[in-house]
């Protein structure tokens, strides 16, 4: 049975015997796997909830403090908060993009650590949280190395697609 659910999760076609010899055919099984980057758009499940339109949300990112020294960790924390009348389904980030606000530029993409599944069955008035931490290194080259002093900004990026944006600025001083 396992090697006919990685031949599913692979996409292949597995071939079960039973006990007696006789060949039979699994029936079709949809398999959702997400990718960071070609995230599914939402979740459909029978009877799951909707998606959380983008209005239906509240989106921020705040960093634990606006200037960090150079090497300093810079930590902060995405908030998601459910302004819906009702419940509906919404992404928890899966990372956080590091930009260079003047240059547009990605330095880095660091993990977003949640205690929340993803996705959420936002309630409404609810709030989720999820952090991030960066070690300032630019490793949008070759090498990675000390990101220089300048204004940069954490970008959440979720689990799957939707309207969603959240993003919080910081800047690193001498």
């Given at each position: 049975m396992l090697?006919?659910?990685a031949l599913l999760l692979a996409g292949g076609v597995g071939v079960a015997r039973?006990?007696?010899?006789h060949e039979s055919v699994p029936a079709p099984v949809e398999v959702t796997i997400p990718t960071v980057l070609?995230?599914?758009s939402t979740p459909a499940a029978a009877?799951?909830?909707?998606?959380c339109p983008a209005e239906a949300l509240q989106i921020d990112v705040v960093p634990t403090k606006a200037t960090f020294g150079r090497g300093e960790t810079a930590r902060g924390v995405g908030f998601v908060q459910t302004r819906a009348a009702r419940g509906c389904l919404a992404p928890t980030p899966a990372f956080f993009r590091i930009e260079d606000v003047a240059t547009g530029k990605v330095l880095a993409t660091?993990?977003?650590?949640?205690?929340s599944p993803s996705p959420i069955e936002a309630e409404p008035g609810k709030m989720y949280t999820s952090n991030f931490s960066w070690d300032?290194?630019?490793?949008?080259?070759?090498v990675c190395a000390q990101a220089p002093v300048g204004l940069y900004q954490a970008v959440i990026v979720w689990t799957w697609d939707g309207p969603y944006r959240g993003w919080g600025e910081?800047?690193?001083?001498?």
């Open positions: 090697a006919v659910a039973s006990r007696d010899g070609g995230m599914p009877g799951a909830l909707p998606g660091v993990p977003a650590t949640s205690e300032q290194k630019d490793c949008s080259g070759t910081f800047r690193i001083a001498a």
